[in-house]
């Protein structure tokens, strides 16, 4: 059980770790197509930039197959990014975004920084120039401006 335990929580970590590099060089870079959906107004409730979460879904379920039929650790592992998702549309679909039907405001604390954080990230509208590509982590509000202020003038 310890074991299993383990793995959830290295699936959580590992898909932040994979999400802070997966958003910054393949979405802010050959994946803008979907992603510049969400640093730009559109209509209607979805997006274009959804379709991510939907893909790493189907990744998600394929390894909970996977998991089920031939290495369970795979389904832990599953488990871990499940997880992850659920935790990712807590934080930055609904407290960031408020895209749930009702509205939640933080005002201090580690999930204010998030929401900080990734307001800052949508300081630019382009793929280029931007900071704090995490979803469940971020770095200090002073640091991510100073980043945000010399990326202004590069």
Known sequence: ??????????????MEVFAIWFHKYIMHGPGWGWHESHHVHTDGY????????????????????????????????????TIYGVLYGFVHDGLVHQRWPFRVVVKRGYLYRLVLAHRMHHHTTTKEGAVSFGFLWAEKPEALKAKLKENKTT
């Open 1 to 14: 059980m310890i074991v299993n335990i383990i793995i959830v929580i290295a699936g959580i970590i590992g």
């Open 46 to 81: 979805f997006e274009k930039n959804d379709l991510y979460a939907v893909w790493f879904s189907v990744i998600a379920a394929g390894l909970f197959i996977a998991g089920s039929l031939y290495w369970m650790p795979l389904w832990y592992f599953a488990l871990g990014l």
